[in-house]
Structures are given as C-alpha cells and as structure tokens.
C-alpha cells in the first residue's frame, strides 16, 4: 500500500474511531446503543442559539474551545498509529503527550472562569486539582517507559516492547497510567468538572451551540487520544499478527476507550475530597515504586 | 524529519484547527441571530441572580496543592534526561536519583502530615 492510501485509511479509521466513541459515551449515560444518536445530538447543538453569558470574559470565552481541540489534534498527530505510518516523530514524543495534554486542564479552566457564573467555576476549579493531582502518575509512569526504552521516541517505545509488553513489564505503572488517563479525560467516575447531579453540568452548564459542540467533540476525541497513547505506550502499539499493523492500534484503541466507558457505566462518581487524596496518598507513592522497581529489574 | 519542520507542522495544525473553527462559527451565525430576551444570558444559578461576580470562589488550600505540584513537576523535568540515559549509567544513574526522590518524598511526607491533603 502507499503511505498515501495507509494514511487516509488512517484518518477514515480515526474518524469511524471517535464516532464510536460517541455512542459508546451515549450508551454509558443511558444504557442504550444508539448509532444514529450521534448524528442527532450534532445537528441539535448546531441548530441551538447561541447565548452568551452577562459580563463573560470574552478573551477566555473564544480561545478555550479552540486550545482544548487544538492541543488534542496535536497528541493525536504524534501518536504512532503503524511502523511506517507516523506522521509526526518528534525526539520528545513521551514528553510532548504529557506537556500537551496539561492543556486540557487549562482549557477548562478557562471555560469555567469565561462564564462568570458560580457552578462553571467550581467546577474549573475542580478541573484543575483534578488535572494537576492526576498529571503527576502521568509523567512517572511515562518517565518508567522511557527508562525501558532508553529514549523518548514513540517508536522507540513500541519497538521496546517486543516479546513482552509493557503492561505485564510494569503492571503498576500501567495501572497507574489508566487510572489517571480516565481523570484525565473526566469521564463518569471522574466527572466532576462536568458533574451532570451536583453541578448542573458545572463547566458546560452555560455552554451552547457551536461552544459547547467543540468541547463535546474535543473531550471524544481526547478519549480517542488518550486510548492510543495507553495502546502505544503499555499495549504493544501496532504488534499483532495477520492484520496490517495500524488496524491493530486502531482495534486495541477501541478495546481502551471501551472499557473507559464499562467504567463509567457501572461506577458511582467519586468524591473530590477522596479523589485529591487517593491520588497524593497512594498514587505518588506508588508511581515512585513503579519507577524503582522498573529501574532495578533493567539493571538485574 | 528535521525538528524544524516538525514544529512547523504542528504549528500549522493548529492555526487550521483554528480556522476550522473559525469557519464553524460563521455557518453558525449565518443560519441565525441570537434573540434577545430578558433574562436569557444569566448564568444557570438554581434560579438565583448572584450578588457578585463569581472570580472570587476559590480557597485558600489550592496554594498548598500548588505548592506541592511546584516541587514534584521541577523534579519531572529533572527526571526525562536521566530515564533517557538510565541504562547506559546504571546503578549510580539509580542511586542520585534515588536520594533526590527520598528528599522529595519526605516533602510530601511533611505535607500529609500537616493535614495539607485534607480538604475540608
């Protein structure tokens, strides 16, 4: 095949991806499997008015969907979807996941502040403990990779993980990083900047039209990303037999964002409180024990 | 792929998700104005008007938070060069870094012990 036909067959996959993606989160809200539910609740927001809050800060209100989509496209790009097919391979790959998706935490913070109304900023506020408590497992168990690895190349990851891969070389660290990947995509266990019960809907509750559709889109296609880059950095990326290698990334991908929304489904929302200090008391413990421990198996 | 021309292209995809935007926007607006009605742009507070603006809400313990992700990030960036190079060095890489983490970690011991990781 040519990179040419690979990659656009990438793009359709990635596509296809973030659409099921959003009838998965459809499902995990109602518990029904809608395909055409997409496609609605699209045309709805585009078709509805959009309202702009009393005394927003208007700076903020444009530039906060645009940052929270942006860097999202940006994580995506770098991922490795096949051995040939990267479009992006920066020298900082496991650097540039971490350093992007920090942004998503200040892009809802920004919506949150932007609205000027009570419930969008608590939960700003709340996204950003939340990001900023959970951006610190991120990195070690990123940092426990790259130590294996020996360089911060994503190919360079994948390609580590021939013959055994990383989620059983350093269970903890993958455990960790799936965790903190589902705070960080703030979905139903984790939702509380967006906490449909106590927030009203807390930093989309003042949100509408074409706003709030890039903010649904962006936090699909964040889910999307972020399921890669489990699949690229502890399940083995493009490794597979038969089929070519990106339709693997694309299948192990699903299989993630999936099991993101099980969880979501079948998981009472957690407490802020509890949130903050399982995540500073177990976590960052536990996230040096990973990195100890993977540090003493490579030198044995 | 030079770096250059790397950061080139993500800078370019994001000036077009930009203008993808942009374009979103104005389809948005050709297909109709807002009206204008009263009470429409209040922001949705249980029905309430608030007294003030809601810049204010925010308490006092996001400092020690802060503080802590002050201490524990400076050391991240720390902690990339050497993963980099960890194998090559080998059991004196572990051990610096080892002592460093100690001293980090007893920063956080000091925290939880002050109650810092308590939210009221």
Excluded: C
């Excluded at chain 1, 705070?183 to 003042?206: C, H, N, S, Y």
């Amino acid at each position: 095949m040519t990179p040419f036909l690979t990659g656009f067959i990438i793009i359709l996959l990635f596509l296809s991806g973030v659409y099921v993606a959003a009838v998965m989160e459809r499902w995990s809200v109602t518990g029904h499997v809608n395909w055409g539910g997409p496609v609605r609740s699209f045309l709805l927001l585009f078709a509805r008015e959009e309202i702009k809050t009393r005394k927003h800060d208007k700076v903020f209100f444009e530039t906060a969907p645009v940052l929270f989509i942006g860097v999202i496209l940006l994580t995506i790009s770098i991922l490795p979807f096949g051995r040939g097919s990267v479009v992006i391979d920066l020298g900082t790959g496991a650097l540039f996941i971490n350093a992007a998706l920090v942004y998503v935490m200040v892009a809802l913070l920004m919506a949150g502040w932007a609205i000027n109304g009570v419930y969008a900023m608590v939960g700003g506020w709340r996204a950003l403990a939340q990001l900023i408590a959970y951006s610190m497992p991120v990195v070690m168990a990123l940092t426990a990779t790259v130590m294996r690895a020996e360089s911060m190349f994503l190919t360079d990851i994948v390609e580590s993980q021939q013959g055994l891969w990383n989620i059983l070389y350093q269970p903890v660290g993958f455990i960790l990083f799936y965790i903190s990947a589902l705070a960080i995509t703030f979905l139903p266990p984790f939702d509380l900047p967006t906490a449909r019960g106590e927030l009203a809907g807390g930093v989309w509750a003042d949100l509408t039209g074409a706003r709030k559709l890039l903010f649904r889109l962006g936090r699909l296609t964040l889910v999307f990303t972020v399921s890669a880059a489990v699949v690229v950095l502890y399940l083995g990326g493009w490794m597979g037999p038969w089929l070519p290698d990106f339709v693997w990334t694309f299948l192990k991908t699903l299989l993630v964002a999936a099991s993101f929304f099980a969880i979501g489904r079948f998981m009472p929302r957690i407490r802020h409180d509890h949130l903050l200090e399982y995540n500073w008391k177990y976590g960052v413990p536990l996230a040096l024990y990973n990195i100890f421990q993977v540090g003493v198996v490579l030198l044995l | 792929m030079a770096p250059l021309t790397q950061y080139l292209i993500l800078l370019g995809m994001l000036v077009a998700t930009a203008g993808l935007v942009w374009m979103l926007y104005l389809i948005k607006q050709s297909l109709g104005q807002t009206l204008d009605e009263p009470g429409k742009n209040i922001p949705a507070e249980s029905g309430n008007l608030a007294p003030k603006p809601a810049w204010l809400r925010y308490h006092v313990h996001y400092y020690g938070y802060a503080l802590l992700f002050l201490a524990f990030d400076m050391e991240m960036a720390y902690m990339y060069p050497w993963a980099v190079v960890y194998k090559e060095v080998g059991l004196v890489a572990l051990l610096d870094m080892g002592v460093f983490l100690m001293i980090l970690f007893l920063g956080l011991i000091y925290t939880w012990t002050q109650l810092g990781l308590k939210r009221q």
